[in-house]
């Protein structure tokens, strides 16, 4: 079974910081790639997504991934975070043509100060 | 604008004795996803009905059962909840299954068992 690790469960960073979470998967073939975001009080919603082409993918709200085969990673990206950006990020990966939906990692809460 | 819609937002019930979440959506998507989520822990994918068929997770609990009448509803039934079943439960659809087709998600049922 495939997994997802999202290194950093917690993350605090003051405005206009640059911001990096980590996300490896663990599956070896064809993959879709996801972030979604959780802002407080708010349902799951897509942030960016990984499908084919161009491995650096821009996303809502200045946000960008990068898909790196090689390492098995799809790392979330933002050179200026804002208070707004508070909320929880969720990796995802599907695979196997998405028979089984999707996999989530554990989740990063990111705080930022003002 | 609420495009998934899970009732209740809150739902409390005892040891033992049946629950149903509800999940409705106005998206006309083939696809409806229940997921669990535990504290601190990623979504965890309960089952999914790709239109009428229903697809099992392989170590979902046998507790665990659910219904779509229409494309429009879909419920997750607990027959007998234990402790251990306290959670957040999150619906979800998408318009296909796989090929990037991304999720959207309810505010979730947020289940104590007392």
């Known amino acids: 079974a495939q997994s997802v690790s999202q290194h950093n469960h917690h993350v605090i960073l003051s405005e206009a910081a640059s911001l990096e979470l980590g996300c490896n998967y663990s599956?070896?073939?064809?993959?879709?790639l996801f972030w979604y975001v959780q802002y407080p009080g708010q349902h799951l919603q897509l942030l960016l997504k990984?499908?084919?082409?161009?491995?650096l993918v821009k996303g809502i709200k200045g946000f960008e991934a990068e898909f790196i085969k090689s390492k098995f990673s799809f790392n979330l990206r933002k050179p200026s975070v804002q208070w707004s950006d508070t909320a929880e990020y969720f990796c995802?990966?599907?695979?196997?043509?998405?028979?089984?939906?999707?996999?989530f990692g554990k989740g990063t809460h990111l705080i930022i100060q003002p | 604008d609420a495009m998934v819609i899970q009732n209740p937002r809150y739902q409390v019930t005892q040891f033992g004795k049946p629950v149903t979440l509800s999940c409705s959506q106005t998206?006309?998507?083939?696809?409806m996803y229940w997921y669990q989520q535990k504290s601190s822990q990623a979504p965890k994918l309960l089952f999914h009905?790709?239109?009428?068929?229903?697809?099992n997770e392989a170590d979902t609990p046998d507790n665990f059962q659910s219904r779509r009448p229409n494309t429009s509803f879909c419920f997750l039934d607990i027959r007998s909840p234990g402790l251990g079943d306290a959670a957040m439960y999150l619906c979800?659809?998408?318009?296909?299954?796989?090929?990037?087709?991304?999720?959207?998600f309810g505010n979730g049922t947020r289940l104590t068992v007392t």
């Open positions: 998206l006309n998507h083939n696809v």
């Open positions: 009905y790709y239109d009428k068929d229903f697809n």
């Open positions: 990984y499908f084919s082409g161009d491995p």
């Open positions: 599956y070896g073939g064809t993959v879709n």
């Open positions: 979800a659809t998408s318009r296909a299954r796989g090929g990037g087709s991304p999720l959207h």
């Open positions: 995802a990966v599907e695979s196997g043509g998405g028979a089984d939906g999707l996999t």
